[in-house]
């Protein structure tokens, strides 16, 4: 399940090449106005999606939808079945340096253990988010923390299209994914 994040991901964005090449399987939240986040209807988008599924999802998050991840989460505490998440270039909601104030619908971000597995990806020299906050999120999160060195916002502005090492994450956490008959172990 693709989820961008504000402004939503271009055509060129590596989420909606994963979309275009992963064909019906890969369904994207598609949000009423991607340039003013509402909070309510944002998650509400986001449970709408993961309750049409007919198997655990994995979600797939850039920027400031990893926040949308982590509230939607702390909301749903096992309501739902969650097969991973890989959360790209976290936004850091709670910094007015390093986000716009539409992005502060989003604040407080949670900082509690995910009910699923998850990687959060970030980069040194993100516009949105210093690289100590984001292992910070990972570790309250209690997500797997991957550093992409200097890389940016991990977008088509800087330099991502085609995203290979993301692919791979993608699938490692695929194939670690824990099934609900192995949650109930």
Request: negative net charge.
């Amino acid at each position: 399940m693709i989820i961008p994040g504000l402004g939503n991901s271009g055509p060129q964005h590596w989420q909606r090449l994963w979309q275009a090449r992963l064909g019906p399987a890969a369904r994207a939240a598609e949000q009423k106005d991607w340039d003013r986040p509402d909070y309510a209807a944002w998650i509400n988008c986001l449970d709408d999606i993961v309750r049409a599924q007919a198997s655990a999802p994995v979600l797939v998050a850039h920027s400031l939808s990893c926040a949308l991840v982590a509230h939607w989460a702390a909301r749903n505490q096992h309501q739902h079945e969650i097969a991973g998440a890989l959360l790209v270039a976290p936004a850091d909601t709670d910094s007015d340096a390093h986000t716009p104030p539409e992005a502060h619908a989003f604040r407080p971000m949670p900082m509690r253990p995910l009910f699923f597995p998850s990687i959060v990806v970030a980069s040194r020299d993100d516009p949105y988010v210093a690289i100590t906050r984001a292992q910070a999120f990972a570790a309250a999160w209690g997500s797997e923390f991957v550093d992409i060195g200097v890389a940016g916002h991990i977008n088509p502005a800087s330099g991502f299209g085609p995203w290979p090492l993301g692919e791979v994450l993608l699938e490692r956490l695929r194939r670690n994914a824990v099934t609900p008959a192995q949650n109930s172990l």
